[in-house]
């Protein structure tokens, strides 16, 4: 907590103190750490947002070749451990700490409104509460009952908006209502717009998959590079690690996932699907796509099968007794994975098909969540499809992850890559209030360079308000 002349702010750590928790004052990290089990709600906690543990080992598996079924070695990193159970907390965080030190939000004077489809909204709901600000989440109504339940337990008020995870437009449109009620006192942080969730995850997710490159080439894990970074695409943010990615590696692919039922960048489509927390059938400010250098496509009822089988015992002995999977890592997976993990990793399997990367090509995706924001959507694939036995946990096994197709990709060649900057416009510019010439400045990796740069401004400007050096 620092001292200004005018109010009393709640911050915590720095970008770098993320990327390096080590560099956080030890009595600091000792009690957040302390009180992750004590009191997941203490303030102090905020310390606690980074991709290492205690021990500063970073959070991350190498997915057995048992289950891809493929050479090139899968890395994921997987968020449970984070706070709220999800790396969003870090960007909302990224994004709040940031106007509250630039004046823009003061929690004696605004209530926040968080538009989400998920994770970003607890992600708001946990630190803004933490953070002492009035705070409201929207989510459409069919997101999975565990998210509503988390946003009320951090201390949010909740509204829902028709539709499913691709109808973010009615979020907007409830955002504006809010706003308009009550404009002096309403302040929307928009994580599809807020450059604070782009620089999160440029600087800590993606330095952090830097440093892992070195960790596993040192257990003779690749060769000391990162082949390509799968991501898929809510807000756009999760997938800028992969600009940094790039700038180490000018040779690394950065590839973009959508679900085939919602193809927006693919194909210009929409619909609606169920893989919880990504394509939102709209193209994000804070998407780089010029940079991007596939765009692929997965199938939401794959991604849904997949997760069962990973996380119910009769996927669990099948993959053990049939199909040589390590006991220990079929344990490990079925803690850290939710759907849009599993599209990750599906995607990452398709990325090494296509790209025909082999042994020493690392290919680094994301677990955003896990398990435990989707046990009523589990139930409700019980009741549609029937039970899993270890047949079906077989056929889903081959057909889902060994024989993942490379059908439904698009490369980022010139005219792709500005098609794909072009969708911006319907939304940024026709709906909310961008202008052309603000547009077109994405074209140039100088844009996005600038943005890179404020974080040191950022970092200043925290420790000088905690009065650390």
């Not at 599209?343 to 042994?359: D, S």
Request: proline share 4%; charged share 25%; hydrophobic share 35%.
């Amino acid at each position: 907590m620092v001292k200004t002349d005018k109010r009393t702010l709640i911050t915590g750590p720095t970008f770098e103190e993320m990327l390096h928790p080590e560099k956080i004052d030890p009595a600091v990290r000792a009690r957040a750490l302390d009180m992750r089990e004590k009191d997941p709600l203490d303030p102090i906690n905020l310390y606690n947002i980074t991709w290492q543990d205690e021990h500063g080992q970073i959070y991350y598996d190498v997915l057995p070749p048992e289950l891809t079924g493929v050479e090139a070695p899968i890395v994921v990193l997987y968020a449970k451990d984070f706070p709220t159970g999800s790396h969003k907390v870090g960007a909302t965080y990224a994004v709040l700490v940031e106007k509250e030190l630039l004046g823009e939000v003061d929690p004696s004077k605004h209530t926040l409104i968080w538009p989400s489809t998920g994770n970003y909204g607890i992600g708001g709901a946990w630190v803004g509460c933490r953070m002492e600000f009035d705070s409201v989440v929207i989510l459409p109504e069919e997101m999975s009952r565990e998210r509503f339940d988390l946003v009320h337990r951090y201390g949010a008020r909740l509204y829902l908006t028709p539709g499913c995870e691709s109808n973010v437009k009615e979020i907007y449109d409830k955002s504006k209502e809010l706003k308009a009620e009550d404009p002096e006192r309403v302040r929307i942080l928009n994580q599809f717009e807020v450059m604070g969730n782009y620089r999160f995850h440029y600087y800590v997710t993606g330095n952090t998959i830097v440093e892992l490159a070195d960790v596993l080439q040192a257990q003779g894990i690749g060769n000391g590079k990162i082949a390509a970074y799968v991501s898929a695409m809510g807000s756009g943010g999760t997938i800028a690690a992969g600009d940094r990615l790039k700038q180490v590696w000018p040779e690394h692919r950065i590839i973009g996932l959508e679900p085939t039922q919602c193809p927006t960048l693919f194909r210009n489509g929409y619909g609606g699907h169920d893989i919880q927390g990504i394509g939102d059938k709209h193209v994000t400010w804070i998407h780089n796509v010029m940079n991007m250098d596939a765009i692929m496509c997965i199938d939401d009822i794959e991604s849904k099968m997949g997760l069962q089988l990973v996380v119910e015992e009769p996927g669990w002995k099948t993959m053990i007794e049939r199909y040589g999977v390590p006991e220990e890592s079929v344990r490990r997976m079925a803690t850290y994975f939710g759907i849009s993990g599993i599209c990750n990793v599906l995607g990452a399997i398709k990325t090494a098909k296509f790209y025909g990367y082999g042994k020493d090509d690392v290919i680094v995706t994301i677990c955003t969540d896990a398990i435990d924001r989707y046990h009523s959507v589990m139930a409700d694939m019980t009741a549609t499809y029937g039970p899993m036995d270890e047949t079906e946990a077989a056929v889903r096994l081959v057909s889902i992850f060994h024989k993942q197709k490379t059908d439904w990709i698009k490369e980022g060649t010139v005219d792709n890559r500005n098609c794909w900057h072009n969708l911006k416009y319907y939304t940024w510019v026709e709906q909310q209030g961008k202008t052309v010439e603000e547009l077109d400045a994405q074209k140039s990796q100088e844009w996005w360079e600038a943005e890179q740069a404020k974080l040191a401004e950022i970092d200043a400007l925290i420790r000088e308000y905690r009065g650390t050096p």
